[in-house]
């Protein structure tokens, strides 16, 4: 069982940038495929970005390609999201997510664990 917590969310203008982490507990954190997804007042919870056990491959959304950036580093147990260029429609609580395992998805129903999620305002 691995347990994730999020950090880094907050206020910032049209263009800024933020940095979120996510904290895994456990020593099999390597094991997991990690992914970020994002939930906006009233939508869905949506696929982010997603990056392989080893940290090599990585995927992201056409919304937010080559903007955000998707890294981790095993021997911290962290997963990480920098956010350049943010725009209003970027404005969501930010989960952390991971999966047992090789199958890389970007489907919210394959990731069994979860954060709770930690707030990104984006201000016009």
């Known amino acids: 069982q691995v347990q994730l917590v999020e950090s880094g969310g907050g206020l910032v203008q049209t263009g800024g940038s933020l940095r979120l982490s996510c904290a895994a507990s456990g020593r099999t954190f390597s094991s997991y495929a990690m992914g970020w997804f994002r939930q906006a007042p009233g939508k869905e919870r949506e696929f982010v970005a997603r990056?392989?056990?080893?940290?090599?491959?990585?995927y992201y959304a056409d919304s937010v390609k080559g903007r955000f950036t998707i890294s981790r580093d095993n021997t911290k147990n962290t997963v990480n999201l920098q956010m350049n260029s943010l725009k209003p429609e970027d404005t969501a609580v930010y989960y952390c997510?991971?999966?047992?395992?090789?199958?890389?998805?970007?489907?919210?129903?394959?990731?069994?664990?979860w954060g709770q999620g930690t707030q990104v305002t984006v201000s016009s």
């Open positions: 990056i392989e056990r080893g940290g090599t491959n990585t």
């Open positions: 997510a991971a999966r047992w395992g090789s199958i890389y998805t970007n489907s919210v129903n394959d990731y069994p664990h």
